[in-house]
């Protein structure tokens, strides 16, 4: 893969973005990258934020949805070949899609789709990808100058930042040298805008015809996932309960469903019968590293937090401030858990219903 | 100095020595094996007055001395540990702290009972995060009107759920030393049965298995205010001179299980045969039984002035610390060599030394471990 020339790079312009659609729906990350896209544009030199839609049978709605959230144009690839997911013929469409239309920059959801999706079509058009990212920005490479190049400066480029080494290290990585720069972005990290209402866009419907070749996989049947016994060391976010949440646990059974969490447990809960060993987080029982733990009754004995104290944000509930797990915990909240529960659980209902 | 003992103490050795050969060795590997509280044996205890040995007669006890109690805790753990600290915890840790801090209305409401064996005590001084650094106190006690509030848990507590009588430390507030703030502790009665005082976890354990040893949760307990013990802000004092005290009674359990070992394999050595003769007759035995034989009497010295000091002295501690310290690693170390004389058999379960074994690692740890009695030594060589 070798370097641009300018001139090449001269004529890619615009922010694209994968818009993921499954079961013509549009996936919510299609609407934050839209979102990001309508951010980034407004730093680059008149630059428009172009969605690309692959499916079959699109309707309109999916459209006008990408247009309220900042979509300038749509470009729509309709075949029955794009009716599910199949790595071949969307990488096709997209790397298609690039090739004739050639944008600056390509953002993909890093969804199980977008995390295939993504390395198959850089490796096609022979350009840079960035897996994972959280955060974008537009901006100078190298950062700083180097004394004595300062001409060899490039302004203007998309900054990708991911975490590295499993979270233990930030990167930053530029795409200097070709076109488009590509990078898979992280579900939940970009905010979404607010939608105006009748926003129009314009429709590019493009066919990049299909073949079908060896590449092509044959789908045998699709499986909707509806199992909500997850095991807690898999479990992105855990709610789990301690001692001062007593037997009953459906508060935090509705907090867990609210943010789309599983409930986990000290020891005194399982040795009080109230939950199964399988759900005990602890030196005796299983060691967890989610996203988000919340300690919500804990005490917080060091036989409790050597099994979470990997989590990556801990945020604990306890009406003793001088409980030893607000040493540990990110965000501590001393009270009532009767009370603050539901109304966190409300309010996390709310958030996400505006999401 | 005369070593040898009063006539009254051999007298109360040769019963403490039947009542264990007779009442309780029977029941030693069932209750091993079954984790099974000898509810059957307390109250057979209570009967022969070995409740309440060294409680003063005014207050319904035997009105001996500390030795004698010593001896008793050494008899029975010869042939059953988890027996030995049933009465251990119960005299020094729960009647000594109320003979020697309550008030006289206390007294006269608790000690009776306590030393007719009526009822059981216990001690709540450790928590999941406050073991050898006890000040790291987390449960709190909170005067409201005319009550004290519990809350928190305490864990790893000898005769849980069994007892009737609880001495439990906590937090009472907070005061300035030396420019730092530090926990207020203080020490109260708590009674089972009180309201939002319950039992959490039994412990599953490697040794002494038929003592129970449970957690104690307090959710909004409340006691009467009367039931603070000794002055308000004085509960750690009341507690490092309880266990001063709860250690004589650890190491003169550690002293008989020793002792114990001692004794069933110079038996077992006698009888068993290899290459035609007995393996008592092999100078490998011989050495080994006259060191086990050497140390468990330097133990015994040892427990035994512990024992004394209680008695005759102000401060005990130094004296204390030292016997529970060697009588302690010298039974793990006995008992150890106990199994391996036994051969195969000494790792069987029907043979009495590997539960002696197992019972005897403990005492290197509880009422405080190996490494804090060589705090509390060091501390007073180098006053």
Not at chain 1, 83 to 103: C, G, R, W
Not at chain 2, 56 to 72: F, H, R, V
Not at chain 2, 251 to 267: D, F, H, M
Request: negative net charge; contains cysteine.
């Amino acid at each position: 893969m070798g370097a641009m020339t300018k001139e090449q790079i001269a004529q890619y312009k615009d922010v694209y973005v994968f818009a993921q659609q499954v079961d013509n729906e549009l996936s919510g990350i299609a609407l934050e990258l839209t979102s990001e896209a309508t951010r980034l544009a407004a730093e680059l030199d008149d630059a428009k934020v172009v969605a690309v839609l692959l499916g079959s049978d699109l309707g309109s709605d999916l459209t006008d949805q990408l247009a309220e959230y900042g979509a300038d144009r749509v470009i729509v690839v309709d075949d029955p070949m794009l009716k599910d997911y199949m790595t071949e013929p969307y990488t096709h469409a997209l790397a298609s899609v690039i090739n004739e239309f050639k944008p600056e920059i390509m953002l993909v959801g890093a969804t199980a789709i977008g995390r295939d999706l993504g390395p198959c079509v850089s490796a096609r058009v022979a350009t840079g990808l960035t897996a994972d990212c959280t955060l974008l920005e537009i901006g100078d490479f190298p950062l700083k100058a180097i004394p004595g190049k300062e001409a060899e400066q490039k302004h203007k480029q998309l900054l990708m930042t991911r975490p590295a080494f499993g979270g233990n290290t930030i990167a930053t990585i530029a795409c200097p040298d070709n076109r488009p720069q590509m990078a898979t972005v992280r579900p939940g990290v970009m905010q979404k805008i607010e939608p105006k209402k009748g926003a129009q866009a314009d429709i590019i419907k493009f066919n990049p015809g299909f073949e079908k070749n060896a590449k092509y996989v044959e789908i045998q049947e699709i499986v909707k996932n509806v199992s909500d016994v997850v095991d807690i060391m898999d479990a992105k976010i855990l709610v789990s309960g301690g001692r001062g949440v007593g037997e009953d646990f459906t508060l935090l059974e509705e907090l867990a469903e609210a943010i789309g969490g599983t409930v986990s447990c000290s020891r005194a809960v399982v040795d009080s019968g109230w939950k199964p060993k399988d759900l005990q987080v602890g030196q005796t029982g299983k060691t967890v590293r989610p996203n988000v733990y919340f300690a919500i009754g804990i005490s917080g004995a060091i036989q409790h937090v050597a099994g979470m104290e990997e989590s990556d944000i801990i945020i604990a509930i306890n009406k003793d401030e001088d409980a030893p797990i607000f040493d540990v915990a990110d965000y501590g909240i001393v009270g009532d858990l009767n009370k603050i529960v539901p109304q966190l659980t409300e309010q996390i209902k709310a958030a996400v219903a505006n999401k | 100095m005369d070593f040898a003992l009063t006539e009254k103490h051999e007298m109360a050795r040769t019963l403490f020595k039947e009542f264990a050969e007779n009442e309780v060795k029977p029941l030693a590997q069932d209750v091993d094996e079954e984790e099974r509280f000898p509810v059957e044996t307390v109250e057979k205890m209570a009967k022969a007055g070995f409740m309440g040995i060294p409680i003063p007669k005014e207050y319904g006890g035997q009105g001996c001395d500390i030795l004698t109690y010593a001896m008793c805790v050494e008899e029975l753990s010869k042939v059953c540990g988890t027996t030995g600290v049933i009465v251990s915890a119960h005299t020094s840790l729960c009647c000594d702290p109320i003979l020697t801090y309550g008030t006289e209305e206390q007294k006269k409401k608790y000690l009776p009972d306590l030393a007719a064996g009526k009822k059981i005590g216990a001690f709540g001084l450790t928590e999941p995060g406050a073991g050898t650094d006890a000040q790291g106190q987390q449960t709190k006690a909170v005067l409201d009107g005319d009550e004290w509030v519990l809350n928190g848990s305490k864990c790893f507590i000898t005769n849980g759920s069994y007892a009737d009588v609880y001495i439990v430390i906590a937090v009472t507030g907070k005061v300035e030393k030396r420019g730092r703030m530090q926990k207020e502790i203080s020490a109260f009665i708590v009674e089972k049965g009180t309201p939002g005082f319950t039992f959490g976890t039994k412990e599953k354990k490697m040794g002494i298995r038929g003592s129970a040893t449970y957690e104690l949760i307090f959710q909004d307990c409340r006691i009467p205010k009367e039931n603070l013990l000794g002055q308000k802000g004085k509960g750690f004092a009341v507690a490092m001179h309880t266990l001063d005290g709860g250690r004589i009674g650890i190491a003169a359990q550690a002293l008989g299980l020793g002792e114990g070992a001692l004794e069933t394999t110079i038996n077992y050595v006698k009888e068993r045969k290899q290459f035609g003769r007995t393996i008592s007759q092999f100078q490998n035995t011989q050495f080994q039984l006259a060191d086990m034989a050497t140390k468990m009497q330097a133990a015994q010295l040892l427990v035994y002035r512990a024992a004394r000091a209680k008695d005759t002295q102000k401060n005990y501690g130094f004296e204390a610390a030292q016997a529970k310290l060697y009588a302690a690693e010298a039974a793990m170390e006995v008992t150890t060599k106990a199994v391996q004389l036994h051969g195969g058999y000494g790792y069987i379960r029907e043979y009495d030394v590997e539960r002696m074994m197992r019972d005897a690692k403990i005492t290197e740890i509880y009422e405080g471990t190996s490494e804090v009695q060589r705090m509390v030594i060091s501390a007073n060589l180098l006053k």
